[in-house]
């Protein structure tokens, strides 16, 4: 299932890039289009942040997921790499899970 | 090759690196979601697009339907069709070299094509950032994966703690004005919102579709 899943988001994702180049300009050049579908990764990417912070099943919680969102925010904050912004929220639950 | 040129190849390494150190923690976060390495390769050679794979083994990761994963990560890569639009005129319109070209449509080639002087020099930077970005995502994939995969327990270290991260470092670029950013604390609390009440993955979408009302309704024609 998993497989399935994986491959069909592919597909999907490739299909996507090659209507880019593919199709007549008129489509994706309407205003609406230009403007609206850069919004869907800033509203997605931010709903995924909420959700995966504060969602345990059906329940919202507040766990040490949001003390690494904390230190995420601060490490993004002052610009810091992806990996080092990655790894301090890794660390962060680390941490406070041993204590 | 002219000074222009080497100047191109030095810039595509630079950004291949940094992202194959990107692509180390989607190895991990994949890994530590419950995709087996195979899967995780698989994704970052065939999907080629991080924000869409990001959010697939997210969406497993925290429990929701593979499926629910799948239709957020299309949704993240309609970008690339705009993308698309802009190297169109660009890139060779016929044959085989375009299908190989459309997997290279993502944020970093297009940004590295566009800001040259001529088409023969946009094609350039394409590819060698195309080709340098591959190799190191897919490298950095594998190291993840496989580090990862020899960690009994991931969550001594983390793991399951980092998508957050990576979903906030992946934004953070897109919130250099006022409207996004009021999109995206509406996106976080309508999802947050609906989340208690429908299945796994939906507040996502029901998240895609306000925002795509919201971009149609608010553009003047």
């Known amino acids: 299932m998993t497989w399935a899943g994986v491959l069909v988001a592919c597909a999907a994702c490739y299909a996507l890039k090659l209507a880019g180049l593919s199709l007549p300009a008129g489509v994706l050049a309407d205003p609406r289009v230009q403007r609206t579908v850069p919004l869907v ?39 810091a790499p992806f990996l080092v912004v990655v790894a301090a929220a890794a660390a962060t639950a680390a941490v406070l899970r041993l204590v | 090759m002219d000074s222009a040129r080497k100047g191109v190849v030095r810039d595509a390494l630079g950004i291949a690196i940094a992202s194959g150190a990107y692509a180390i923690s989607f190895g991990a976060i994949s890994t530590t979601a419950g995709l087996s390495v195979l899967q995780t390769c698989a994704l970052s050679v065939l999907m080629f697009t991080g ?56 944020d970093e080639t297009t940004a590295m094509a566009i800001a040259r002087e001529s088409p023969a020099e946009s094609r350039f930077a394409f590819w060698a950032t195309g080709v340098a970005l591959f190799a190191f995502w897919n490298l950095g994939t594998l190291i993840g994966a ?15 703690a980092a998508p957050p991260a990576a979903f906030l470092a992946l934004l953070a670029p897109r919130l250099r004005a006022r409207e996004p950013m009021a999109i995206a604390l509406a996106a976080a609390v309508v999802a ?30």
């Open chain 2, 51 to 106: 924000a869409s794979q990001f959010a697939l083994v997210g969406i497993v990761g925290a429990g929701g339907s593979v499926w629910a994963g799948a239709a957020t990560a299309a949704l993240l890569g309609s970008r690339n069709a705009l993308y698309g639009l802009r190297l169109s005129s660009i890139l060779d319109r016929s044959g085989l070299k375009r299908l190989l070209a459309a997997h290279f449509v993502i």
């Open chain 1, 41 to 79: 990764p800033v509203a997605l990417l931010a709903a995924l942040v909420a959700t995966q912070t504060f969602a345990s099943g059906h329940h919202l919680v507040l766990d040490v997921r949001a003390a690494a969102l904390a230190v995420a925010i601060v490490a993004v904050v002052v610009r």
């Open chain 2, 192 to 221: 947050l919102v609906c989340l208690p009440f429908v299945p796994a993955g939906i507040p996502l979408l029901i998240v895609a579709v306000l925002v795509a009302i919201y971009g149609v309704v608010r553009t003047r024609p």
């Open chain 2, 146 to 160: 496989l580090a990862t995969h020899l960690v009994p327990d991931p969550k001594v270290l983390g793991l399951d």
